[in-house]
């Protein structure tokens, strides 16, 4: 009897193909597994040289050996421009190429004077815009004959040096305003906003300014010429009331219907 219930409790026995299979089985999942590994390996490895590739990081790269010409030339102007060699631009076979590695090396080197040597007035031009962004000099943006760079330029200065005075050099009136308005909620300076024409939009900049600092002394600023401005005007104090659950905001609004809408709200 104790021999018939040890075999009761013993598992079956695998046929010797079941037993083949099995292992078969168990060879193949560890195939598998290691083909996984290696791939994302090497996966790992491709995006690392690439990326190193990419960003000419190397003392030892020969753009020399690439066999594609634009490659070829996009090589060079990544190694001039991390390095700052000038002469690598002479290997480059295209004249757009080129002209894009003078402006790198110029711009590492913070020499305008390489820019001269590029003949296409729109690079010339975005060559000078460049070296005046990381020189933080206007007057290069007053050497650029190129119109639509020579704005690109005091605007972007304007936003480096937070300084909205640069705007005034810009003679389109509604490029001038773009750039007074930029500059206001970059440096979040309500003050700027006054600079710009037009009451709705200075009023506009007040309450981007108003809602991005979460400052209801802002609303103070606003523009009155009418009913509609003096009720946006309490919908700003309602505004920043609500962000910031301060029922205390809501007594300045004027509107009373609005002051006890704000205070239900808040409360």
């Known amino acids: 009897m104790a021999k018939e219930k040890k075999k009761e409790n013993e598992e079956p026995l695998e046929s010797k193909e079941e037993v083949k299979e099995n292992e078969k089985k168990k060879e193949t999942k560890k195939k598998s597994g290691c083909q996984y590994y290696k791939c994302l390996i090497s996966i790992v490895v491709v995006i690392a040289l690439v990326f190193l590739f990419i960003n000419y990081a190397g003392d030892n790269v020969d753009c020399s050996q690439i066999e594609q010409e634009n490659e070829r030339d996009d090589c060079y102007v990544g190694v001039a421009g991390s390095k700052g060699k000038i002469k690598l631009c002479d290997n480059i076979v295209s004249i757009p190429f080129k002209e894009e590695c003078l402006r790198v090396v110029a711009v590492k080197k913070k020499n305008i004077e390489i820019c001269d040597d590029i003949k296409d007035d729109k690079s010339k031009a975005h060559c000078y815009e ?28 304007a936003l480096i040096l937070k300084d909205y005075t640069v705007c005034t050099k810009l003679y389109d009136l509604d490029k001038r305003q773009v ?18 024409s037009g009451k709705d939009n200075i009023n506009t900049c007040l309450w981007k300014i108003a809602k991005g ?55």
């Open 130 to 157: 460049s070296v005046a962004e990381v020189k933080k000099d206007t007057e290069i943006c007053g050497k650029i004959t190129d119109e639509s760079w020579g704005l690109v330029c005091y605007h972007k200065l």
């Open 179 to 196: 750039c007074f308005q930029d500059v206001a909620e970059s440096t979040q300076d309500p003050t700027i906003c006054l600079a710009i």
């Open 213 to 267: 600092t979460q400052n209801e002394e802002i609303c103070e600023s606003w523009m009155i010429r009418g009913t509609v401005d003096r009720v946006n005007k309490d919908l700003c104090y309602k505004n920043i009331a609500f962000s910031k659950g301060d029922v205390n905001i809501c007594q300045e609004i004027v509107s009373n219907d609005l002051k006890e809408e704000c205070t239900n709200e808040v409360s």
